[in-house]
């Protein structure tokens, strides 16, 4: 039988992501919803079976056999404890579902969560007892008809009833709208994104299943008659075309594998958050890319060092400042060893490496590094109070906030030096953090704004600028999965904006 198979499926998959330990509290709320939607739907065919006025239905709306129909009539499970089960498992579906959903959408959970969680508990709990077979009868009996007429009583529970309904569906709406909540409210990164998104569909598609085919549930499936001591099983009238009930097996399996899929998906990549171990690979182009950046950089450190010999000659009778100038300039050379290590170990593995990384250590790190070109201008930079997290490449990253930084030194070559100032700032913005390097130099001309990131693009004569760094910045930041822009006007200035996925947040 197919529902058996999925049993098989489900829980095979299910032990799987608990035993390899790739599971959350949402995890086991959402295999526990999987697993109360399976049971219901067993439990409904189990009952139908049972009642002679449903026995030529099953094979219309689940393809179930004659023989497998009187082998589940008789099953030694009676009809009330059916009843018992099937309101059991429906309400903790959506219980689980709801739960689910406030995992995913808030990591972590305070104790004002548990109270919520043991809150929503409650109405389940209530209807658990109030639709139990003998809890009604009991209640019937003791009530009437010494208080309440039996109009009045059936009037009390069908109100009761559709009270419970409309709470139901308030659970289901607010699971999907928590778990859509989660999709906007996640790190802008793909691999999280997607998983995300993956699980919403399939929490869509088996809660949309759940209402379409038991919406009515749970409810008082008996009718009591105190006068002649006697008690009747109510059928269960499915409603809809019959072909959709059929196509819900493999609806059910196809949804339960992706959600299961996803979650252990999901999982995986919130324990390797936990642990500090997220590492994503991407591949970037080291065909061009650290050809260029090689280039790049061999450009930027010999033109410096030029520099600094021109300076030398200057001052070659001043002895004690040659040795210091010298100095200089042999820790350079040590820089550049390094550095071209670095790119010729990228150019072997021809990947980026993101892992999450603060965004202020690498801003500092280049700065560090800068030390000798920024040390004639004002550079502004003032620390948030909380780490910036994103997932980055450090070297590659730090390369970009280098670049940006060298520019912005040389675009202030021609100003005061008591005027000179570069600002970096960080800004969050929703689930962004945006970087900006600014400058007051002399500004990029309109009509180059739009081909700055173009590769070889230069407005300076080439023996001074070879048009690499920004083009290698936009590539570097692209495959980031962020965004880099400019805004200048000639005169006053520059400013690079370089938008990133906000991993989280850390207070120092």
């Known amino acids: 039988m197919f529902i058996f198979s999925m049993f098989v499926l489900f829980i095979a998959i299910a032990i799987f992501c608990l035993t390899q330990q790739k599971y959350t509290r949402a995890t086991l709320f959402m295999l526990f919803m999987g697993l109360s939607f399976l049971l219901v739907v067993s439990d409904i065919i189990t009952y139908m079976a049972k009642d002679a006025y449903n026995y030529g239905s099953l094979y219309d709306y689940f393809g179930v056999s004659r023989k497998v129909q009187n082998q589940l009539m008789f099953l030694p499970v009676t009809r009330y404890t059916l009843i018992r089960i099937h309101t059991l498992f429906s309400v903790s579906f959506l219980y689980t579902g709801l739960c689910s959903a406030i995992f995913f959408a808030f990591n972590g959970i305070r104790k004002w969560n548990r109270l919520i969680l043991l809150l929503l508990a409650v109405p389940c709990v209530v209807q658990v007892i109030a639709y139990d077979p003998a809890f009604y009868t009991r209640l019937y009996f003791r009530l009437y008809p010494a208080f309440v007429s039996s109009r009045q009583f059936i009037a009390t529970y069908e109100s009761f009833h559709r009270i419970s309904l409309i709470l139901n569906t308030l659970y289901i709406v607010a699971g999907s709208a928590l778990l859509l909540y989660a999709l906007f409210d996640a790190p802008k990164m793909r691999q999280i994104r997607s998983n995300i998104a993956m699980i919403l569909i399939s929490f869509l598609s088996l809660q949309g299943m759940y209402y379409y085919i038991n919406f009515w549930a749970p409810d008082v499936m008996i009718n009591v008659s105190k006068a002649a001591n006697f008690i009747r099983f109510k059928p269960i009238n499915l409603v809809g075309n019959p072909s959709m009930y059929a196509l819900l097996p ?41 050809s260029r950046v090689f280039s790049h950089y061999m450009k930027n450190e010999l033109l410096a060092i030029m520099a600094q010999t021109e300076f030398i000659e200057d001052m070659c009778k001043e002895s004690p400042a040659v040795v210091e100038e010298i100095h200089v300039i042999e820790q350079r050379c040590r820089n550049i060893y390094d550095r071209l290590d670095v790119i010729h170990q990228k150019t072997l593995r021809s990947r980026m490496e993101l892992q999450p990384v603060s965004l202020h250590e690498l801003i500092e790190k280049a700065l560090g590094e800068l030390t000798v070109e920024l040390k004639q201008m004002y550079v502004h930079y003032e620390r948030s109070p909380q780490q910036l997290m994103i997932m980055a490449d450090p070297e590659y990253f730090t390369q970009v906030i280098e670049n940006l ?96 996925p906000l991993f989280r947040t850390i207070k120092n």
Request: one cysteine or more.
């Open 250 to 290: 493999y609806i059910s399996a196809f949804c339960l594998f992706i959600s299961l899929y996803g979650i252990y998906k999901y999982a995986r990549i919130q324990n390797r958050i936990k642990n500090q171990e997220a590492v994503i690979s991407r591949n970037i182009d080291s065909a061009v890319l650290t």
């Open 405 to 500: 930084l060298s520019n912005a030194a040389d675009a202030l070559k021609h100003v005061p030096e008591k005027s000179r100032r570069i600002d970096v700032e960080t800004n969050v913005k929703n689930k962004w953090v945006e970087l900006t390097v600014r400058d007051n130099g002399i500004g990029i001309a309109n009509e180059h704004l739009e081909e700055i990131f173009q590769p070889f693009f230069s407005s300076k004569p080439t023996a001074t600028n070879w048009g690499i760094g920004l083009s290698l910045c936009h590539a570097i930041i692209s495959t980031h999965g962020g965004r880099i822009t400019a805004a200048s006007k000639k005169g006053e200035g520059s400013s690079f904006h370089i938008v990133m």
